[in-house]
Structure formats: C-alpha cells, structure tokens
Nanobody, 127 residues
Framework: QVRLAESGGRLVQPGDSLRLSCAAS????????AGWFRQAPGKENEFVAR????????YYANSVKGRFTISRDDTSNTVYLQMNNLKPEDTAVYYC????????????????????WGQGTQVTVSS
C-alpha cells in the first residue's frame, strides 16, 4: 500500500524558512510526478509546486515562485519543499501528492491528476 507522509510543518515567524518533507513508502517512485498543494482556512485547495520524480520539469505557482523550491532525494523516496521568506498568507495545511504519470499533456496543477495523497502538515506563519 502506497503511503505519503508529510512532516516539518510548525509555527514560524514572517521571514523565516521551513523545509517540508514528503516520504513515500510502499512503492519506489522513479517516474511520475510529485506535487505540493496547500489549503488555507476558508479557501480552496491551491497548487504550490510540482516536479518529476526523476528530477527536473519543476513548476511553481506565481505566489511562491522565487521563495519556494521543490526537490527530491531518490535514495530515500522523499520529496521536499524548501520555503523561504515565509509570509502570513502562506499559512495553510500543506499536502503532497504523487502521480504515476508525467505526461506533457496532463495538467499537474490540478489535484485530480494525482493518484496518492498524504494527510497534510500544518504551517502557520505569524508574529
């Protein structure tokens, strides 16, 4: 059974940095797509970043571009989201997802195109 487990979320102050991890188990992902999404209270789920499990083809939401970096460690089957210069509007539950495919014809900014999801980790940015 495939499981994705996010970790690393906590309370931080504006301007701080934080790294989220998403550890996959039950399957070794060497292909397909990994993505991060978030949902703030009272708001819809929002795409944050995605990349191919094999590396490359990284894409970010405009709201996080230049501040967040998605990466992966294929030796540990883990995807990371490095978040710098955090802002209060980054407060949300962050979820990682994994898609079995990485087709150029598929929009991986849409949640429906992912096959597996984690339970989420809370990030709160507040002074």
């Amino acid at each position: 059974q495939v499981r994705l487990a996010e970790s690393g979320g906590r309370l931080v102050q504006p301007g701080d940095s934080l790294r989220l991890s998403c550890a996959a188990s039950g399957r070794t992902f060497t292909s397909g797509t990994a993505g991060w999404f978030r949902q703030a209270p009272g708001k819809e789920n929002e795409f944050v970043a995605r990349m191919r499990w094999s590396g490359g083809n990284k894409y970010y939401a405009n709201s996080v571009k230049g501040r967040f970096t998605i990466s992966r460690d294929d030796t540990s089957n883990t995807v990371y989201l490095q978040m710098n210069n955090l802002k209060p509007e980054d407060t949300a539950v962050y979820y990682c997802g994994s898609a079995l495919s990485s087709s150029l014809l598929t929009d991986y900014t849409r949640r429906g195109n992912y096959d597996y999801w984690g339970q989420g980790t809370q990030v709160t940015v507040s002074s």
